[in-house]
């Protein structure tokens, strides 16, 4: 079946600027995870979603950063005013509970 | 909550010699522990994992991980490593009836022929 999709694979934006970055889960997975890797920085924690429980938002790394999950599936990822320490690769992961997560191929983030 | 530390950023080794990846970890109750890889261009992928159970686990491509409870330990060995097998190497624990998982700072592992 169909595995985690992230859109889009690249997103370049000029410094100021909002960006919205999409995750599509497995289907029927009840946790979703948004991590950042930027080079040399491992993987960086964002935001954990549970069912219906309320997220885990503190790996957020400012107000800057928001993000959301409608009908327990799709997710998005707002950062608003860009910055350039905000280029990375968003990764989005999905997994059903005490699972293994399966990630997707990211979202490279370049902030010009 | 709990937390990871992966002692080594770097491990350099020759092909065909042993390599031994070290990861601790943080929690007050218990965990599952996890190892990921991520190969070079590519997304990141299971390993290897320990739930219960035996604390030998052993997963794909050669590797294993021993989980030793009293050093809160989870590190992963493979006694001869492939040019293949470069990549970066991520451990990572969640709590046992929380699924919210940690990851380490990743080791990156460069095999010279």
């Known amino acids: 079946g169909a595995g985690v999709s992230q859109s889009p694979s690249n997103k370049v934006t000029e410094k100021g600027k909002d960006v919205e970055l999409r995750c599509d889960p497995i289907?029927?997975?009840?946790?979703l995870y948004w991590y950042r890797q930027s080079l040399g920085q491992g993987l960086e924690f964002l935001i954990y979603?549970?069912?219906?429980?309320?997220?885990?938002k503190s790996g957020l790394p400012s107000d800057r950063f928001s993000a959301e999950r409608t009908g327990g599936s799709v997710s998005t990822l707002t950062i608003q005013r860009t910055q350039q320490e905000d280029s990375a690769v968003y990764l989005c992961?999905?997994?059903?509970?005490?699972?293994?997560?399966?990630f997707g191929n990211g979202t490279r983030l370049t902030v010009t | 909550a709990q937390s990871v530390t992966q002692l080594d950023s770097q491990v350099p080794v020759f092909e065909e010699a042993p390599v031994e990846l070290r990861c601790n970890y943080s929690?007050?109750?218990?965990?599952?522990l996890f190892w990921y890889v991520q190969y070079p261009n590519q997304g990141l992928q299971l390993l290897l994992k320990y739930l219960s159970g035996s604390t030998l686990v052993k997963g794909i491509n050669g590797f294993e991980a021993e989980f030793n409870k009293s050093q809160t330990s989870f590190h992963l060995r493979k006694p001869s490593v492939h040019i293949s097998d470069t990549a970066e190497y991520f451990c990572a624990v969640s709590e046992v009836g929380n699924n919210d998982m940690r990851f380490g700072a990743g080791t990156r592992l460069t095999v010279k022929p």
């Open positions: 929690s007050s109750v218990s965990v599952y």
């Open positions: 979603f549970q069912g219906n429980s309320a997220p885990d």
């Open positions: 992961a999905s997994s059903l509970t005490n699972s293994p997560l399966h």
């Open positions: 289907s029927g997975h009840t946790a």
